[in-house]
């Protein structure tokens, strides 16, 4: 017989002005949300995906209950969000613990998706359980970044699965044996992120109650910044399994699985990877394993929030670069081409890499203009519109022309339309 006690605290942090954390706390099933997308969507996805847990793992109080009960909640929210466009691209993570009757004695079984953290003190130790879903620890995994590289990874904070985003989910779980004396900790990353595993494992070893455990470790967030929402469940395991039969579960399953990524036992098809149990005095080694390094302060992950703020922001750029070729296309000017005036359409000497283009050969040659404006056409005379290019070259045409003609033979200095002078004019003479 197992007995649990818990506490729980959130809060909205300094900078965010809504909390789209959430928390649950029944006798036998512990969890937190982090919801996330714009508006109200955070707040929806991480109240679906908690409502919908407790009532599934309420009809099937196992661990096979509990991992149908997170996909049920991802079907939940990815319904929901497909369903209002207000509510679309809405996500959430989902850490829980639930106790569990198996016939080996009870068990807490720890599932996650997402980077919202299990964490376990024991034996005056702290140890990560879950691992984070994000491209970092991923990368980490699978070998292909060092935890040096993975701390600067420019996409370190980009969450690999949440709830919601898609029709199915994959689940983590981890089954261990509640020990009395053993602490569990729930939290979004608004804790995990700001609060150092040292000081959370401080405060775990000094604050008996669990209520005021989760109170001051939510306060402690706050008062390093609170950038984002902050929740944490502390569960305490008040009378646990024997230490015999823990030793015994103990040494069924290698110590080191523990808190290490979940890639024993897959069941194909049933989006389930267990990871192995292990307890006991012994098991603090290998449970030290796990978070070692793993802490990493700095930028929170980026949400869907700021992969919108990006999508615009690259909006913007785009919106910049088209005005800028708008401007750049509106614009004309007189140069030279070998020993013949030419019209490009540009910039002269090109602007932010678009080169001008010639759109007009107008055959009128150097010769035929006054050689004082040559050192202007060389750098280019901008002119508003290829009219007004091409009607520049005609009055240079017949300036020079009229200095040694009767005005008959010219062409006239002005025009009456806006249309092109025939450049053939200019170059018949
Ligand atoms: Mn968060």
């Known amino acids: 017989m197992t007995v649990l006690r818990s506490g729980s605290a959130t809060n909205v942090?300094?900078?965010?002005?809504?909390?789209e954390d959430r928390s649950l706390e029944t006798v036998s099933l512990f969890a937190v949300?982090?919801?996330?997308?714009?508006?109200?969507?955070?707040?929806?996805?991480?109240s679906i995906a908690i409502e919908t847990l407790e009532a599934g793992f309420a009809r099937s109080s196992t661990l096979d209950g509990l991992v149908a009960a997170i996909q049920a909640a991802n079907s939940a929210v990815w319904e929901r969000g497909a369903d209002d466009p207000d509510l679309r691209g809405m996500g959430t993570t989902v850490v829980a613990t639930a106790l569990v009757a198996t016939a080996d004695g009870d068990r807490l079984i720890v599932a996650n998706v997402g980077d919202s953290r299990a964490y376990r003190f024991s034996a005056n130790a702290l140890s990560q359980l879950s691992v984070d879903h994000s491209v970092a620890e991923e990368l980490l995994a699978r070998g292909e970044l060092s935890e040096a590289e993975a701390a600067v990874h420019p996409h370190r904070h980009i969450l690999t699965r949440v709830l919601g985003i898609v029709a199915d989910v994959e689940v983590d779980v981890w089954e261990v044996v509640p020990l009395?004396?053993?602490?569990?900790?729930?939290?979004?990353?608004?804790?995990?992120?700001?609060?150092?595993?040292?000081?959370?494992?401080?405060?775990?070893?000094?604050?008996?109650?669990?209520?005021?455990?989760?109170?001051?470790?939510?306060?402690?967030?706050?008062?390093?910044?609170?950038?984002?929402?902050?929740?944490?469940?502390?569960?305490?395991?008040?009378?646990?399994?024997?230490?015999?039969g823990a030793d015994e579960a103990g040494t069924e399953v290698?110590?080191?699985?523990?808190?290490?990524?979940?890639?024993?036992?897959?069941?194909?098809?049933?989006?389930?990877?267990?990871?192995?149990?292990?307890?006991?005095?012994s098991e603090t080694a290998?449970?030290?394993?796990?978070?070692?390094?793993?802490?990493?302060?700095?930028?929170?992950?980026?949400?869907?929030?700021?992969?919108?703020?990006?999508?615009?922001?690259?909006?913007?750029?785009?919106?910049?670069?088209?005005?800028?070729?708008?401007?750049?296309?509106?614009?004309?000017?007189v140069g030279l081409q070998k020993n013949e005036l030419v019209i490009f359409q540009g910039r002269p000497g090109g602007f932010l890499g678009m080169e001008p283009t010639i759109v007009d050969h107008t055959g009128v040659k150097t010769a035929q203009v006054g050689s004082i404006v040559l050192p202007a056409l060389r750098a280019g005379v901008q002119e508003p519109t290829r009219t007004a290019a091409t009607r520049y070259v005609t009055r240079l045409v017949t300036a020079e022309c009229s200095l040694v003609n009767p005005p008959p033979t010219c062409p006239p200095t002005t025009t009456t339309t806006t249309l092109p002078v025939p450049t053939t004019t200019a170059g018949g003479l």
Not at 33 to 46: I, K, R
Not at 213 to 233: C, K, M, Q, W
């Open 13 to 19: 942090g300094s900078v965010r002005s809504v909390n």
């Open 180 to 244: 009395e004396g053993d602490r569990y900790l729930l939290c979004s990353d608004g804790l995990s992120n700001d609060v150092a595993d040292d000081v959370m494992a401080g405060v775990l070893s000094s604050v008996r109650d669990p209520q005021a455990a989760a109170d001051t470790l939510v306060a402690l967030a706050l008062e390093a910044g609170g950038s984002d929402n902050i929740t944490a469940v502390v569960v305490d395991v008040l009378v646990g399994e024997t230490a015999a």
């Open 254 to 281: 290698p110590s080191d699985l523990t808190g290490a990524v979940p890639v024993v036992g897959a069941e194909p098809g049933s989006g389930v990877v267990r990871s192995g149990a292990e307890v006991g005095p």
């Open 33 to 46: 949300a982090d919801g996330m997308g714009g508006h109200v969507g955070g707040e929806v996805a991480a």
């Open 286 to 333: 290998g449970a030290d394993q796990a978070p070692k390094g793993r802490k990493r302060k700095g930028p929170r992950r980026i949400t869907f929030r700021v992969l919108l703020f990006l999508i615009l922001l690259g909006g913007l750029a785009y919106g910049a670069w088209y005005v800028i070729k708008v401007y750049v296309g509106d614009s004309y000017y």
